[in-house]
Nanobody, 123 residues
Framework: QVQLVESGGGSVQAGGSLRLSCAASGYIHNNCMAWFRQTPGKERELVASLYTGGGSTYYAASVKGRFTISKDNAKNTLYLQMNSLKPEDTAMYYC?????????????????WGQGTQVTVSS
């Protein structure tokens, strides 16, 4: 069983930065950990993913160059460093774990989810 607890969301002005954290309980190794985001009326979309087995990462085109995903293995915590934030980054951000196989875009393939943390970027 894996439990995920996100933190670090908040309100920031455009151009600012936030760092999201996702503390994981349970053994996560050679799995995919990812950040998704969702706004009302829209599908939950993959923002960034990290395959813990080899360290390979993926970023959505809309955040590439601004966001960085990383993991502290000693703390079993996933991070999302978000810089140069834009109003369109406003969303609920969720941490997720996919237990088998490589990271994918399909949210239905992820097995565990956190409760979400709200990010609001004002112009």
């Amino acid at each position: 069983q894996v439990q995920l607890v996100e933190s670090g969301g908040g309100s920031v002005q455009a151009g600012g930065s936030l760092r999201l954290s996702c503390a994981a309980s349970g053994y996560i190794h050679n799995n995919c950990m990812a950040w998704f985001r969702q706004t009302p009326g829209k599908e939950r979309e993959l923002v960034a993913s990290l395959y813990t087995g080899g360290g390979s990462t993926y970023y959505a085109a809309s955040v590439k160059g601004r966001f960085t995903i990383s993991k502290d293995n000693a703390k079993n915590t996933l991070y999302l460093q978000m810089n140069s934030l834009k109003p369109e980054d406003t969303a609920m951000y969720y941490c997720a774990v996919k237990l088998s196989g490589w990271c994918t875009l399909n949210r239905f393939e992820y097995n565990y989810w956190g409760q979400g943390t709200q990010v609001t970027v004002s112009s």
